[in-house]
């Protein structure tokens, strides 16, 4: 029998990570047509709403439901903007590992609710879900990604080469692939012990299962 995440809800000191929602339609656009989104990530460009729309009637639920992944949309808790994604992927149950990989609206970077949003869903990962292993996967030349992944504790374990696709403007405006290089980050649950302590401090976070 396949083992599935449960529909959950994740709050933080200013955040509230939960399943995303079709009123999340076109702000998940507007972010996924972002430079940077487009540069180091997958994300097809142009990204409209009826690709947002997909993914969070389709894409996302079905991950859910057969056990390989989740996908959360994190939110202001305060005026309940959509400032962001967290998704998890390629979930192994058996070895209770999981990757993990954020997306920051351009208008919310700057904020630290990269590092905020990431912390929170590994804490629950391993305090509720009881997972061993968070594995994180960041281009070579993105350190925006790379300083979250550090500030959140994560162990660099090495270099596989030539394993990402990024991709970059050229003179006429579209978009080439470059391949380089992927960092491979891990936090296994010591890992996480210095870095809980600011939520610690803060009130930590609450996670309610069955959201909504």
């Known amino acids: 029998m ?27 656009a507007d972010m996924m047509n972002d430079e940077q989104v487009a540069a180091w990530t997958a994300v097809p460009q142009p990204y409209d709403e009826a690709a947002a729309r997909r993914w969070i009637t389709e894409y996302a639920p079905t991950e859910r439901t057969e056990g390989r ?3 959360l949309a994190v939110t202001e808790f305060l005026t309940q903007r959509l400032v962001g994604v967290i998704q998890l992927a390629k979930t192994n149950w058996h070895v209770r590992s999981t990757e993990l990989s954020y997306i920051i609206a351009p208008w919310a970077r700057g904020e630290g609710y ?29 350190t925006a ?22 991709r970059a403007r ?4 579209r978009w080439n692939e470059v391949r380089t ?3 491979v980050w ?16 803060s009130g930590g976070f609450t996670s309610y299962t069955d959201w909504n």
């Open 2 to 28: 396949t083992s599935t995440f449960p529909t959950i809800s994740i709050s933080t000191e200013r955040l509230v990570l939960r399943r995303l929602d079709e009123d999340d339609v076109p702000a998940l």
């Open 69 to 71: 992944g989740l996908d």
């Open 114 to 142: 990269a590092s905020e949003a990431a912390l929170a869903t590994a804490q629950w990962l391993v305090r509720d879900q009881k997972f061993e292993r968070i594995e994180l996967r960041t281009a070579a030349d993105n």
């Open 145 to 166: 990604s790379q300083q979250v992944a550090q500030k959140i504790g994560c162990i660099s374990e090495g270099v596989l080469r030539g394993a990402c696709i990024a």
């Open 170 to 173: 050229a003179e006429d405006g």
């Open 181 to 183: 290089d992927y960092i």
């Open 186 to 201: 891990s936090l296994l649950p010591e890992d996480l012990e210095g870095p809980g302590e600011h939520f610690a401090e």
